[in-house]
């Protein structure tokens, strides 16, 4: 696969995007419309009304994905320029299932406080900002205070994508169980970006918060330990177990956002009744999928893979979120929010599988149930069922800066948006020809 997508990423146009003209250009009149003089006067007019940029530039449908390289997938702090590939591939998705234009940026500064500064000042080009591989803890800083500086969305992927999709799947599962979300216990392996907003999330379904232990590194986050990050003490817990395997007797939901192999069919086996479990580690999650159902068939399993059932994929989220978010031209990405999202993909779940996706995925049907707790990344009506919702509560919540259509004109018009997309030519004719 390494000389395949290497040949791919390479290929002429080299990269995976490109900027293209939206207007006529084929004669002079329409050089001189796009430039000058023509284009003197929505300039003239957006010094009028600034918020003119929204008619008559692409800003209210253009996101910039940043990052400056300290965390970039599993593959750590490898610099700005090795993490374009991967920032160029979140503006394909952005494209491709929500068809929102981006600017990938790349900025080749680590201090929290001038990397601020640098992304604050990009405000008048983008309608939203994705923050991308930012390494933890300085990412919780950067987030919130380009949220409170900002008058345009700023969301970071890693720490509320992971979150989103997590409370879907578990609201789901919680419904398959019989279980109720205050009577859990919750054990998170891992303490950076996600593994936190994963936590707070679940507290806003009615998981309690004292329920939920963490672990990091040295492990479980207690009474004892000292020299913690400040984002880690709310959860110091008054318990002597110091090891995932001493904390995980009586688990009700295991989430791992960590690294492989560090659960044990032993382990699993000490869960609660009905357990429930998301290894979301990847390429290889906290313990192999076999391996945790054989040891408890009772079971319901995600992982981020997508060649098992249940695979928590951040793509279910963002693309969504931030169309639904743009288009009533919200001021942030709330709380209410990102819970419409997952909500959103939770009913979505329940409804039945077009056969157009079963054969996607090369299975006859799909049913709601312990293989199927979350949509399928392929499945298209994610997008009129997600963006609506996260339209719907921007505007409830007072953060909306233009009126919201109504459900019915909204999905009419993203049925427009992504009627004008066009498949480029597939990556297996790329690497086969």
């Known amino acids: 696969m390494k000389n395949h997508a290497l040949e791919y990423h390479s290929r002429f146009p080299k990269g995976k995007t490109k900027v293209v003209p939206t207007k006529p250009t084929e004669n002079s009149y329409d050089l001189s419309l796009a430039y000058s003089p023509g284009v003197a006067y929505p ?58 234009d981006v600017f990938d940026i790349e900025i080749n500064e680590t201090d929290p406080e001038k990397f601020i500064t640098i992304v604050k000042a990009l405000e008048p080009t983008f309608g939203g900002i994705n923050l991308e591989d930012i390494r933890a803890p300085e990412c919780f800083h950067i987030e919130k205070t380009l949220d409170e500086s900002m008058k345009i969305p700023v969301f970071h992927d890693d720490q509320h994508g992971t979150a989103i999709i997590s409370t879907a799947a578990l609201l789901n599962s919680l419904e398959l169980t019989g279980k109720k979300a205050e009577n ?53 817990r008054n318990t002597e177990a110091e090891t995932l395997e001493d904390i995980f007797p009586g688990t009700d939901l295991f989430i791992g956002v960590s690294v492989a192999n560090v659960v044990t069919e032993a382990m699993v086996k000490t869960m609660a009744e009905k357990p429930i479990m998301f290894a979301l580690a990847n390429p290889d999650p906290e313990i192999p999928y076999p391996d945790a159902k054989r040891a408890r068939p009772d079971l319901i399993m995600a992982t981020g893979r997508s060649d098992y059932p249940n695979q928590v994929n951040n793509v279910l989220g963002f693309p969504f979120i931030f169309r639904g978010a743009l288009d009533v031209r919200a001021k942030v990405v709330n709380m209410e929010m990102k819970l419409a999202a997952a909500y959103a993909l939770s009913e979505l779940t329940k409804i039945p599988v077009p056969v157009e996706v079963c054969q996607a995925y090369n299975e006859i049907e799909i049913r709601f149930g312990e293989n199927y707790i979350i949509p399928k990344p392929l499945d298209e009506r994610v997008l009129y069922h997600v963006a609506p919702a996260v339209a719907e509560a921007a505007v409830k919540t007072g953060v909306n800066q233009v009126a919201y259509p109504g459900r019915e004109a909204y999905v009419k018009f993203l049925e427009s948006i992504m009627a004008q997309q066009k498949e480029p030519i597939s990556a297996l004719e790329i690497v086969t020809d």
């Open 43 to 100: 300039c003239l007019e957006i010094e009028k009304q600034p918020d003119l940029v929204y008619e008559y530039t692409n800003r209210g449908n253009l996101v910039g994905i940043i990052t400056n390289g300290t965390a970039i997938l599993g593959l750590g702090n490898i610099g700005a320029s090795a993490g374009k590939p991967v920032m160029e591939g979140k503006a394909v998705l952005f494209k491709k299932f929500a068809g929102i």
């Open 184 to 236: 859990l216990k919750v054990v998170i392996n891992g303490a950076g970006a996600a593994a936190i907003s994963i936590a707070e999330m679940l507290t806003h379904i009615g998981v309690k918060h004292e329920s939920i232990f963490m672990l990091d590194s040295r492990g479980v986050i207690n009474h004892k330990r000292t020299n913690l990050h400040e984002s880690k003490l709310p959860f110091i």
